[in-house]
């Protein structure tokens, strides 16, 4: 298949463009998480989260309405730490909701008891 040069170098261009933002961005109410360098937004004020706390924010935004089951998040975190418990997981929540309280008095991630974890709605 031959191009005319002028084609090809349009689509040369239109692949080395910049990736728009949003595509790396998950947004719940005034909370964004962004991927690109594993923080979290709250009306412009950048929270650094480790990979743990992004990796387990991620799975909330991308499920919003759903509760996700313990086991689920405690695989994300055996990913960097294989003695990993519900204990574990606890912390990294309450250390998320800590980190969240700073900026606001929202309360976005709710504990379903013996089940796992959700946003609030």
């Known amino acids: ?8 170098l349009a689509r040369i261009e239109v692949q080395l463009r910049p990736k728009k933002h949003s595509a790396s961005t998950l947004k719940y109410k005034d909370l964004e998480l962004l991927n690109d360098n594993h923080t979290l937004l709250i009306s412009n004020n950048q929270i ?9 924010l991620k799975q909330l935004f991308l499920n919003k309405s759903q509760v996700i089951p313990k086991n689920k998040l405690l695989d994300l975190i055996s990913i960097d730490n294989e003695d990993c418990d519900e204990n574990s997981l606890r912390v990294h929540i309450s250390n ?3 980190k ?3 900026y606001t008095d929202s309360e976005y ?12 709605d």
């Open 1 to 8: 298949m031959l191009f005319d040069s002028k084609e090809l």
């Open 48 to 56: 650094n989260l480790t990979k743990t706390e992004y990796a387990i």
């Open 96 to 98: 998320i909701r800590k």
């Open 100 to 102: 969240i309280k700073d």
């Open 109 to 120: 991630i709710e504990s379903i008891w013996g089940i796992g974890f959700k946003l609030k």
